[in-house]
Every structure is written in C-alpha cells, then in structure tokens.
C-alpha cells in the first residue's frame, strides 16, 4: 500500500490549524467564561458570606436588644410593682390612721358625752341630797347644814391618825404660806375660828390660814397645805352613786364603742369608797 505523503501532511496540517482554531476561538473563550463564571461565583460566594455575616451580626444585636429590652421591662415592670405596693400601703396606712383617728374621736366625744351626762346627773343628785340634809337637819337638829359641816371638819380634825397627821403637820411647819382652809359657803368668824383652835390645839403650834370658798367642794372643807390635803365633804357619800352611773353609761354605749363602754365600767381606784369614807390625807 503506497502512503500518499502530501495527503498526510496536509492533513496533518488540516489537523494542527483546526487544533489552533478550537483552542484560539473555542476552548479559550469557554476557559475565559469558565473563569468569568468562577470569579463571578466566588464574588457572590464572598457577597453571601457577607451578607451572612451581616445578617449575623444583627441578629446577635437583635437579641442583645431583646434581652437588655427584657431586662428593662422587668426592671420598670419590678419597680412600678414596688411603687405600687408602697403606695397601696401608704394609702392603707393613711385610711388606717383615719379611722383610727375617727374611732378615737367618736370614743373621745362618747367619754366626754358620758362624763358630762355623769357630771350633771351628780350634779342634780348632789343638789338633792343637799337639799334633803339641810331639811333635815333643820327639822331635827335646828342648826344649818354649814355649821354642822364645820363641827364634823373640827372633829375630824381632832381625830387624825398618827401617820396622817405627821404628813399634814410637817407639811404645815414647812410651807411658807399660810394653810387654805376651803369650803362652798362663806363661813362665819365663830366657824372660822373653831377650825383655827381646832389645828392649834392637833398640831400644837400656831397655825396661820386663810380662808376662802370654791365652788370645786362640794358640801364640806378642805385643808390644803405644801402639797397636802385633809377634807370632808359629803361628795363621797356619792361615790357608790358615780360608780353605777359610769356602769350604766358603759353599758348603754356598748354598742358604739366596746373600749370606750370597758373603760366607763371599770371601777375606778380613786372613787373606791373608804372606811366611814369622810376624812382623807393625800399629796397633790
């Protein structure tokens, strides 16, 4: 078989120049695209790490600003509760204190009720029984009721026990002023003279007094002297009356005010009757 070399070589040639014009108008064209396309892929790849990164970063801040908005809201949400509270305290406290300042009024009005109402009913029984015992001893007796106050003051006074007397008669050596002698009605010169001999001879020294009149004793006399005092007065026959009236207006007032009605009947130290309770030696 003859090789017919001009064919080969030209299409050996045929070969080279189709080589060279795929590679210059074929493949470099598509490695050009291949590479445009790879630096284009690459650009967005970066773009969307980018993005990603972005995206990332305001989603942490976003939670950042989540959680610090939590934490004010639970702040102000804490400290509008506590402001709450104080001030529904403060509120109750205040509606506290006016009631009580209200009960403590009504309580006070009702004991000052109850004592003007056992005032003036003393003061009517007082007038009665003064009444009566003037009456009386001006039909049995045929001497005035002052006078005979002044004989049983006197007597009394003659009559002080040795503790009693001790206190009144240290009390009169040490005053500086002269002893008052006190009583409702105004007494005659013979009256006041009785009392006069009557504390020289119990205290066994001149006495100096003065007397005046008050409408504060009722029905008798009173020896006041330093601090000390000695009296009589038929104010205490009254003391057992005094008690069933604060009792009774204790009890009528239970249902306004439960304290006000257990202090009214409770008895009361100072109004206990005394043995034949006319004479008594106190310190002011």
């Given at each position: 078989?003859?090789?017919?070399?001009?064919?080969?070589?030209?299409?050996?040639?045929?070969?080279?120049?189709?080589?060279?014009?795929?590679?210059?108008?074929?493949?470099?064209?598509?490695?050009?695209?291949?590479?445009?396309?790879?630096?284009?892929?690459?650009?967005?790849?970066?773009?969307?790490?980018?993005?990603?990164?972005?995206?990332?970063?305001?989603?942490?801040?976003?939670?950042?600003?989540?959680?610090?908005?939590?934490?004010q809201r639970s702040a102000l949400l804490g400290k509008a509760t506590d402001e709450a509270r104080a001030?529904?305290?403060?509120?109750v406290g205040e509606v506290q204190?006016?009631?009580?300042?209200?009960?403590?009024?009504?309580?006070?009005?009702?004991?000052?009720?109850?004592?003007?109402?056992?005032?003036?009913?003393?003061?009517?029984?007082?007038e009665e029984v003064f009444g009566i015992a003037r009456k009386t001893l001006a039909d049995l007796a045929t001497v005035?009721?002052?006078?005979?106050?002044?004989?049983?003051?006197?007597?009394?006074?003659?009559?002080?026990?040795?503790?009693?007397?001790?206190?009144?008669?240290?009390?009169?050596?040490?005053s500086s002023e002269p002893a008052l002698v006190r009583s409702v009605f105004d007494m005659p010169a013979e009256q006041k003279a009785a009392i006069q001999n009557a504390l020289n001879e119990t205290f066994s020294a001149q006495i100096r007094v003065r007397f005046e009149t008050s409408q504060d004793t009722?029905?008798?006399?009173?020896?006041t002297a330093n601090g000390q005092k000695v009296a009589w007065s038929i104010a205490h026959y009254l003391t057992s009356l005094d008690q069933k009236v604060r009792i009774?207006?204790?009890?009528?007032?239970?249902?306004?005010s439960k304290p006000a009605a257990e202090a009214a009947a409770k008895p009361n130290p100072e109004n206990t009757p005394a043995s034949n309770g006319v004479v008594h030696a106190e310190a002011k």
């Open positions: 078989m003859l090789i017919d070399w001009f064919t080969v070589g030209a299409q050996v040639l045929n070969f080279l120049i189709l080589v060279w014009l795929m590679k210059h108008f074929l493949y470099k064209p598509i490695l050009n695209s291949l590479d445009a396309r790879e630096k284009r892929i690459g650009a967005e790849l970066a773009d969307a790490d980018a993005k990603k990164a972005e995206a990332q970063k305001e989603r942490d801040d976003f939670q950042n600003k989540n959680k610090t908005f939590d934490e001030e529904r305290e403060r509120l204190k006016e009631a009580d300042s209200l009960r403590a009024g009504q309580a006070a009005a009702l004991r000052n009720d109850q004592t003007r109402l056992g005032t003036e009913m003393t003061r009517l029984a007082t005035s009721l002052e006078e005979r106050i002044g004989e049983v003051f006197t007597r009394r006074l003659h009559e002080m026990d040795g503790k009693a007397k001790e206190e009144m008669g240290t009390a009169l050596n040490s009722i029905c008798g006399i009173e020896l009774f207006l204790g009890t009528q007032s239970h249902a306004q």
